[in-house]
């Protein structure tokens, strides 16, 4: 294969960079002072957090144009509710508001007299607290939502009267009782030998529904339902028979939204370690050569990035969702990882070079590097705007555009920073006093005498300053090891079992988001999901089944049409049959037995007041025209069953609107669970289409990286490999593919390039014609930066390990596994890999057989992580 340079970009950079970092280097107070003023002019933006933050649940983790969210605007249009005459909770195209509890028996039945006792007085305590607005008080009887002109009642607590005498001595049938469906009010049942008595249950639920007909009822009962939150557990604490969880319709949003304020402080962590880190790293026994300002400036680079970027957005309006909270955790790497590949670039340049000249050759050498992996990790972070969630669209955003602005600030803050440093190197001054030093120990000094009062030193030979001896390990030791056919074997061995292992995870990976997630572990909401999920799990939604159109409802084709699409869908393994409700069966059942003719129009439509008068709710179910003399649309219902968990509820959702559409008459299915329902038929087909399309895009940067265009494919295939690798671990992991975590599989495309694609890159590019002398140069050069840039990326997420919140130990997780996976990848599996393939090498015109290798200059060159991209010196060779 034809050897070839793709420099075509290559080089300008490389002008460009060199005179930039001349510039840099002869103004260092300007381009220090200047990003230090914009950050704190553009930080202000801040001020604005408060108005673009934006915590509301239901629109950043639902598909924007979900389907559910379209049919509810017509069920609100046609079917609105009546909170003060006719609630109907089944009828409700919200969740509505409200407060719910739910009463575990300590005893295994909660059907005894003395725990319905203290049922009842905690329903009376709810009932009967108060609160005072505007001078008048308020209690859940002036708020509650009604029926027939009385408070919706609990179906069990009705049947039974209220009465604890009854509990023992009253059959109850389940799962209807007394012409009620009390399966969602009574849980954890166990039925008597025929089936159909409840012979004891371990949990009761009370439901207590508010009006929100209209604004000034809706701001009352919020205010009541703030005062049960503040009231509650109301002594149930020192209960004998009972355990109580609660819940309300505003707690799942208000606890979601305390997570920012539990989080910032993490932020404050991450930083120290991450400076800790940089620290120890740049470290050095040579008072004067110490890198420690250098590397606490590094930090604060990223830190200013950050400030700079959020203030931006938040001044331009973008909304900032809770989720883009990960971002700054994972900038602070990125920048740290860029900080090492500048620094490193610097430290191989000639000492007694002037500044503006050492700065010119660190900035042609690793700015044109960080270019590289700044571009495809923005990129990525662009993609992913693509999404149909707006949490994801805020994460990549703000993450994007501060990945960039974070390139920025190294160029040209920390790049000043590197300056100052060196003429205090070049003045040979101490890294604290700053007062100049000795370069040479005198006779008879002490240890710590040299420690802190002689530097400078550096290698005599090539002029720089000396490298550190981990390198000499990846060549000695290293290298040759991993390079043994042995070592090859048992690697390869390793990564079918990684490959095996990971695509087993991918096809067990569970899909969307649990609900219970966007609360913190300790959240009082986690016991009420624990104990719905553990009795009242068996039944589901009761979802609405629409006719969206007039139709002749008359007509007995219509009617046949009608029966038997919900025929199909009683028959769905997801539906209940002996549970639906329809109006038009029980109207066609009593027409037929009081002998009133329904066949025509008129006689159908003048005949329904009767049938109102025998079901008043069914009211609600039918929508007339204005001059009622037609039925502009209709609604019955059916019973969702065994669908607790994602994988059902996805294929129930499929299911059911598969066979509406098989109608033909026009058919929607509705419940509030839907709209998040909505997610799971999303979540996999817009993860893959990002993922490729992210891929594609990494192919292209890779061919323009790397000359050969076999050994590019090598680098998409890596890509493939760590991304299959984090999605099959996260199965094991216990994390979901949903919104949070898909983005951070496009993000994986991005930063898993920064492993793979350099040591292609640099494997390419030696000289020697030895396939394993070529991989032992490589670790060489690129086997400590990239553990050392694993290691900041991986510290700058660390913290959220600890986080008590899902969405914050996901985002640890899926960078854990992409990190560790890429590195992996980066210094086992490729360098052995590409020895298997002997185009991925130089083709040499037969002169120089093997003898003419530079690999002390090749290293020179590729002295970082992503150096793999050649400078301007290499590619003009």
């Given at each position: 294969?034809?050897?070839?340079?793709?420099?075509?970009?290559?080089?300008?950079?490389?002008?460009?960079?060199?005179?930039?970092?001349?510039?840099?280097?002869?103004?260092?107070?300007?381009?220090?002072?200047?990003?230090?003023?914009?950050?704190?002019?553009?930080?202000?933006?801040?001020?604005?957090?408060?108005?673009?933050?934006?915590?509301?649940?239901?629109?950043?983790?639902?598909?924007?144009?979900?389907?559910?969210?379209?049919?509810?605007?017509?069920?609100?249009?046609?079917?609105?509710?009546?909170?003060?005459?006719?609630?109907?909770?089944?009828?409700?195209?919200?969740?509505?508001?409200?407060?719910?509890?739910?009463?575990?028996?300590?005893?295994?039945?909660?059907?005894?007299?003395?725990?319905?006792?203290?049922?009842?007085?905690?329903?009376?305590?709810?009932?009967?607290?108060?609160?005072?607005?505007?001078?008048?008080?308020?209690?859940?009887?002036?708020?509650?939502?009604?029926?027939?002109?009385?408070?919706?009642?609990?179906?069990?607590?009705?049947?039974?009267?209220?009465?604890?005498?009854?509990?023992?001595?009253?059959?109850?049938?389940?799962?209807?009782?007394?012409?009620?469906?009390?399966?969602?009010?009574?849980?954890?049942?166990?039925?008597?030998?025929?089936?159909?008595?409840?012979?004891?249950?371990?949990?009761?639920?009370?439901?207590y529904p508010l009006r929100e007909d209209d604004e000034a009822y809706k701001r009352l009962s919020l205010l009541w339902i703030e005062k049960f939150l503040s009231e509650f557990p109301m002594d149930l604490t020192y209960s004998s028979r009972i355990e109580v969880s609660h819940f309300t319709s505003i707690s799942r949003q208000e606890e979601f939204e305390k997570t920012s304020?539990?989080?910032?402080?993490?932020?404050?962590?991450?930083?120290?370690?991450?400076?800790?880190?940089?620290?120890?790293?740049?470290?050095?026994?040579?008072?004067?050569?110490?890198?420690?300002?250098?590397?606490?400036?590094?930090?604060?680079?990223?830190?200013?990035?950050?400030?700079?970027?959020?203030?931006?957005?938040?001044?331009?309006?973008?909304?900032?969702?809770?989720?883009?909270?990960?971002?700054?955790?994972?900038?602070?790497?990125?920048?740290?990882?860029?900080?090492?590949?500048?620094?490193?670039?610097?430290?191989?340049?000639?000492?007694?070079?002037?500044?503006?000249?050492?700065?010119?050759?660190?900035?042609?050498?690793?700015?044109?590097?960080?270019?590289?992996?700044?571009?495809?990790?923005?990129?990525?972070?662009?993609?992913?705007?693509?999404?149909?969630?707006?949490?994801?669209?805020?994460?990549?955003?703000?993450?994007?555009?501060?990945?960039?602005?974070?390139?920025?600030?190294?160029?040209?803050?920390?790049?000043?920073?590197?300056?100052?440093?060196?003429?205090?190197?070049?003045?040979?001054?101490?890294?604290?006093?700053?007062?100049?030093?000795?370069?040479?120990?005198?006779?008879?000094?002490?240890?710590?005498?040299?420690?802190?009062?002689?530097?400078?030193?550096?290698?005599?030979?090539?002029?720089?300053?000396?490298?550190?001896?981990?390198?000499?390990?990846?060549?000695?030791?290293?290298?040759?090891?991993?390079?043994?056919?042995?070592?090859?074997?048992?690697?390869?061995?390793?990564?079918?079992?990684?490959?095996?292992?990971?695509?087993?995870?991918?096809?067990?990976?569970?899909?969307?988001?649990?609900?219970?997630?966007?609360?913190?572990?300790?959240?009082?909401?986690?016991?009420?999901?624990?104990?719905?999920?553990?009795?009242?799990?068996?039944?589901?939604?009761?979802?609405?089944?629409?006719?969206?159109?007039?139709?002749?409802?008359?007509?007995?084709?219509?009617?046949?049409?009608?029966?038997?699409?919900?025929?199909?869908?009683?028959?769905?393994?997801?539906?209940?049959?002996?549970?639906?409700?329809?109006?038009?069966?029980?109207?066609?059942?009593?027409?037929?037995?009081?002998?009133?003719?329904?066949?025509?129009?008129?006689?159908?439509?003048?005949?329904?007041?009767?049938?109102?008068?025998?079901?008043?709710?069914?009211?609600?179910?039918?929508?007339?025209?204005?001059?009622?003399?037609?039925?502009?649309?209709?609604?019955?219902?059916?019973?969702?069953?065994?669908?607790?968990?994602?994988?059902?509820?996805?294929?129930?959702?499929?299911?059911?609107?598969?066979?509406?559409?098989?109608?033909?008459?026009?058919?929607?299915?509705?419940?509030?669970?839907?709209?998040?329902?909505?997610?799971?038929?999303?979540?996999?087909?817009?993860?893959?289409?990002?993922?490729?399309?992210?891929?594609?895009?990494?192919?292209?940067?890779?061919?323009?990286?790397?000359?050969?265009?076999?050994?590019?494919?090598?680098?998409?295939?890596?890509?493939?490999?760590?991304?299959?690798?984090?999605?099959?671990?996260?199965?094991?992991?216990?994390?979901?593919?949903?919104?949070?975590?898909?983005?951070?599989?496009?993000?994986?495309?991005?930063?898993?390039?920064?492993?793979?694609?350099?040591?292609?890159?640099?494997?390419?590019?030696?000289?020697?014609?030895?396939?394993?002398?070529?991989?032992?140069?490589?670790?060489?050069?690129?086997?400590?930066?990239?553990?050392?840039?694993?290691?900041?990326?991986?510290?700058?997420?660390?913290?959220?390990?600890?986080?008590?919140?899902?969405?914050?130990?996901?985002?640890?997780?899926?960078?854990?596994?992409?990190?560790?996976?890429?590195?992996?990848?980066?210094?086992?599996?490729?360098?052995?890999?590409?020895?298997?393939?002997?185009?991925?090498?130089?083709?040499?015109?037969?002169?120089?057989?093997?003898?003419?290798?530079?690999?002390?200059?090749?290293?020179?060159?590729?002295?970082?992580?992503?150096?793999?991209?050649?400078?301007?010196?290499?590619?003009?060779?």
């Open positions: 294969m034809a050897w070839y340079q793709t420099d075509c970009i290559e080089k300008p950079l490389c002008r460009a960079f060199r005179k930039l970092g001349t510039c840099v280097g002869q103004n260092p107070w300007q381009f220090l002072l200047i990003p230090l003023f914009v950050s704190g002019g553009l930080g202000a933006g801040f001020c604005f957090f408060a108005e673009n933050e934006s915590n509301n649940i239901e629109d950043q983790f639902t598909p924007i144009n979900g389907p559910a969210k379209s049919v509810r605007e017509f069920i609100k249009e046609h079917f609105p509710t009546n909170d003060s005459q006719f609630f109907s909770r089944q009828r409700l195209y919200t969740e509505g508001t409200f407060a719910s509890l739910i009463a575990v028996s300590k005893d295994g039945n909660i059907l005894t007299k003395v725990a319905f006792e203290e049922i009842l007085l905690l329903d009376k305590k709810i009932k009967d607290f108060q609160f005072i607005d505007n001078g008048t008080a308020y209690n859940y009887y002036n708020l509650c939502a009604r029926t027939a002109n009385t408070c919706f009642s609990n179906a069990v607590l009705a049947l039974l009267h209220y009465d604890p005498h009854l509990v023992e001595s009253t059959n109850i049938s389940y799962p209807i009782a007394n012409h009620a469906f009390i399966a969602s009010t009574v849980g954890g049942v166990e039925l008597d030998e025929n089936g159909t008595i409840i012979k004891m249950a371990k949990a009761l639920k009370l439901h304020k539990r989080i910032i402080p993490l932020f404050s962590v991450t930083y120290l370690l991450s400076i800790s880190f940089s620290i120890l790293s740049c470290m050095r026994l040579d008072c004067v050569k110490n890198k420690i300002w250098v590397a606490a400036m590094g930090v604060i680079s990223a830190g200013l990035a950050v400030l700079t970027g959020f203030g931006l957005l938040l001044f331009c309006g973008m909304s900032f969702a809770i989720n883009t909270a990960n971002a700054p955790f994972l900038i602070l790497g990125i920048g740290v990882d860029d900080m090492f590949i500048m620094l490193a670039s610097w430290q191989k340049t000639k000492v007694h070079n002037r500044i503006e000249d050492r700065l010119a050759e660190t900035y042609a050498e690793a700015a044109v590097s960080i270019t590289i992996t700044t571009l495809t990790d923005v990129l990525a972070f662009y993609i992913g705007i693509m999404t149909p969630f707006r949490s994801v669209q805020s994460f990549c955003v703000y993450t994007g555009t501060t990945v960039l602005l974070c390139f920025i600030y190294n160029v040209t803050f920390f790049g000043a920073v590197l300056a100052l440093n060196g003429k205090r190197e070049a003045s040979n001054k101490h890294w604290l006093t700053f007062r100049k030093v000795e370069e040479d120990h005198k006779p008879g000094e002490s240890k710590f005498h040299g420690l802190c009062c002689v530097g400078g030193t550096y290698d005599q030979d090539l002029g720089t300053e000396s490298e550190l001896k981990v390198y000499f390990f990846f060549k000695k030791y290293y290298g040759p090891f991993l390079t043994n056919r042995w070592t090859k074997a048992i690697v390869v061995l390793l990564y079918v079992g990684y490959l095996t292992g990971s695509i087993y995870g991918c096809l067990h990976i569970k899909e969307g988001i649990d609900l219970r997630n966007l609360a913190f572990d300790d959240s009082y909401l986690i016991k009420f999901y624990d104990d719905e999920s553990n009795f009242f799990s068996k039944y589901g939604p009761r979802v609405m089944v629409t006719v969206t159109e007039p139709v002749k409802y008359w007509d007995s084709s219509v009617q046949d049409e009608i029966e038997t699409c919900m025929d199909r869908l009683e028959n769905n393994s997801y539906v209940d049959p002996e549970l639906s409700e329809s109006w038009l069966r029980v109207y066609i059942d009593y027409t037929k037995k009081m002998s009133i003719g329904i066949r025509e129009k008129n006689t159908f439509i003048g005949n329904l007041p009767k049938l109102f008068k025998f079901v008043s709710s069914f009211q609600q179910d039918i929508e007339l025209s204005e001059d009622n003399m037609s039925i502009t649309a209709s609604r019955f219902f059916i019973q969702i069953v065994n669908a607790s968990d994602p994988f059902d509820q996805k294929n129930m959702l499929i299911e059911l609107r598969n066979l509406t559409n098989e109608c033909r008459i026009p058919l929607l299915v509705y419940h509030p669970a839907f709209i998040y329902f909505d997610q799971f038929l999303v979540i996999v087909t817009n993860t893959v289409q990002n993922v490729i399309i992210a891929a594609i895009a990494m192919l292209v940067i890779s061919l323009l990286l790397v000359p050969n265009p076999v050994c590019s494919l090598w680098v998409t295939f890596a890509i493939a490999s760590v991304l299959v690798g984090v999605a099959g671990f996260m199965a094991f992991w216990g994390v979901n593919l949903d919104s949070i975590s898909m983005i951070n599989l496009v993000v994986c495309i991005g930063f898993s390039v920064d492993f793979t694609a350099h040591i292609t890159y640099a494997f390419v590019s030696n000289d020697k014609t030895n396939a394993n002398e070529r991989a032992i140069d490589v670790l060489y050069a690129l086997g400590y930066p990239i553990l050392q840039g694993a290691l900041s990326t991986i510290l700058g997420v660390a913290v959220l390990s600890i986080a008590g919140s899902y969405i914050f130990r996901t985002f640890f997780k899926i960078m854990f596994l992409v990190i560790f996976f890429g590195a992996v990848h980066g210094i086992v599996f490729m360098p052995v890999f590409l020895t298997f393939l002997q185009t991925c090498g130089k083709q040499h015109n037969g002169a120089s057989n093997g003898q003419s290798s530079n690999a002390h200059s090749y290293r020179h060159v590729h002295h970082s992580i992503v150096n793999g991209d050649a400078s301007c010196e290499l590619t003009e060779k």
